[in-house]
């Protein structure tokens, strides 16, 4: 029998890309997971992909903490159990520091920063005396490797305050036996570029076209999904402090 059979686990961002792959994997591993994200029809499509018995979906802001509080007590009560949290949800805007609008540097840090640490703390206190109860924290290559993509220093920076917040709540939650994970996943092909301003895209490419003739690929969202099952399937008192997951086939880039 699977370590994660009957384990309950809510994915922020569950509905789509790394985050659906991650609950389509401990689906399969004999876990339950509650989805959140922003978009309901997105949502029921997962739960109903992953059968209601295994899967619940509640439609929430993780910049609103009442909004998560209220959910991530929803989805304990109806499983009966939660058992760890993965803080998946981000999202990322193309452009140079001096390009990025106001309003996409504020949803940057709101949602991978304030956001991941307001679904900590609405987390924490539900998995406080259990089993083994883990948070594991989705960062990005492209906080330490700039050869991932150009033009995202915003995200990056977000990305590399999700790695010290997780290197503190390691410490943190130690005593109340709550294992900490930071998982870093590289690129992989997903929706990760949708709603980006296009001509600031272009601009992006074409900078990181100039640096370097190849590129890695090779990498897929079930690829992220693996660690981070590995990464819960430890036994109590025992957590993998970071792991860095990145696709490692060089193919040439196309010039633009």
Known sequence: MSALHDRV???TGGSQGF??????????AGARVGLIA????????????????SAFGVQADI???SDIRQAFATIKAHFGRLDGLINNAGIARAGTIEETPEDELRM?????????????????????GGDNPRIINIGSASANYREEMRHLGVYAAS??????????????????GIGVTLVIPGAAMTEFSVGWD????????????KHGDTMD??????????????????????????LTVRPNKPVPKIKL
Request: hydrophobic share 45%; aromatic share 4%.
């Open 108 to 128: 940057q840090i709101d949602i991978n920063v304030i956001g991941l640490v307001l679904c900590c703390q609405a987390a924490i206190p539900l998995l406080r």
């Open 217 to 242: 690929q090779g990498m897929e969202p079930s690829d992220v999904a693996e660690a981070v099952v590995h990464c819960l399937a430890y036994k109590a008192g025992v957590a993998i402090d970071t």
């Open 159 to 176: 990305k590399m305050a999700v790695d010290r917040l997780t290197a503190e709540l390691r410490d943190e939650l130690k005593d109340d």
């Open 198 to 209: 296009q001509d600031r895209f272009t601009k992006a490419l074409q900078a990181w076209s």
């Open 19 to 28: 985050g659906l792959a991650m609950a389509e994997r401990l689906v399969a």
């Open 9 to 11: 686990y809510i994915i």
């Open 63 to 65: 910049r609103d903490s």
């Open 38 to 53: 922003r978009r309901e029809d997105r949502l029921q499509q997962a739960v109903s992909a992953l059968g209601a018995d």
